[in-house]
């Protein structure tokens, strides 16, 4: 008769647990995603709410047609424009793909940015009332400095944390607010259970760098995206539906690139100013993005270093799996 550490061990085989690899912008996510897929058998599942949009390539780092045909990798490329996205589907679709995964015996590997994807998947989604097409259109018609007024006062503490850049978080926040008459900050805080991933000893493990490191890296990986073409697939981009996407025209990079070919709001004089500019939005998303993370449970910080060989930290991360 099998005791029970070897049931426990047959069954880790048969389901391998899901490994969710986090952390800000730039600071090697998906390189160390590829080792470790390599190592472990496992296949990658995008935790990135922009890498699901056909055509934001540049701007989103999305994985090359090569780093695809090393690791298979799950939910990038599955959407066109015309089509919106949101957490519940990444909820819905992720446990569909770890599942898959699994019953091939093979190890599901999350990995991104999104910091509402990764504890949406872990904690479950709290219960915000659809969205009201009416008061919606009166939000987006208010300039965002009365948006911004309206929501410090009803709601300080979403005020401190929302992106005060993205009108679209700001009119959701609001439209929220005068729908339920609580705060929203509150209302994100009631998360639900039922969604929970069917192994509760799947391991988050959220890597960092400090500043000065991250901000090097942020800095070349702008410098490159500009290089490799971003103003030119932001350009096709416009001429394929980008602006009716506003989710997508939110993204950090493709906004910047899209006031630049516009010449609004901020009327910027040329593209090296676009370009600090993008370097500067990334590094405060990096830092919201940090916030994130830092308040996820239960969360193993892995701090990387400069002259960090990133195979290292997949061989490392390895062994601790399989401690």
Partial sequence: MANTSDIHCQSSILHPRPVLLAGPTATGKSEIALHLAEQLGGE??????????????????????ADRARVPHHLIDIL????????????RLAHHTVAEIQSRGRVPILCGGTGLYFRAFLEGLGEAPPA??????????QPLE?????????????FEQIDRKNPRRVVRALEVIRLTGKPFSAQRAEWKTESRIRDPESRLFCLTRSSSDL?????????????????????NLLEHGLAENKTALQAIGYRQVVDYLRGEPRKLSGLKETIELVKIRT????????????AQKN???IELSPDTALTVVATGLLRRLQD
Avoid: C
Wanted: aromatic share 8%; hydrophobic share 40%; proline share 3%.
């Fill in 44 to 65: 990658i599942i995008s935790a990135d709410s922009m890498q699901v949009y056909r055509g934001l390539d540049i701007g989103t780092a999305k994985p090359s047609p």
């Fill in 80 to 91: 066109d424009l015309s089509e919106s996205f949101d957490a519940a589907q990444f909820v």
């Fill in 132 to 141: 009201d097409a009416k008061l919606r259109a009166g939000l987006e018609a």
């Fill in 146 to 158: 009365s948006l911004l007024a309206e929501l410090r006062e009803r709601d300080p503490a979403a």
């Fill in 215 to 235: 901000h090097t890296r942020i800095n070349a990986r702008v410098d490159s995206m500009f290089q490799r073409g971003l103003v030119d697939e932001t350009r």
């Fill in 283 to 294: 590094r405060q998303f990096a830092k919201r993005q940090l916030t994130w993370f830092r």
């Fill in 299 to 301: 969360a193993e910080w």
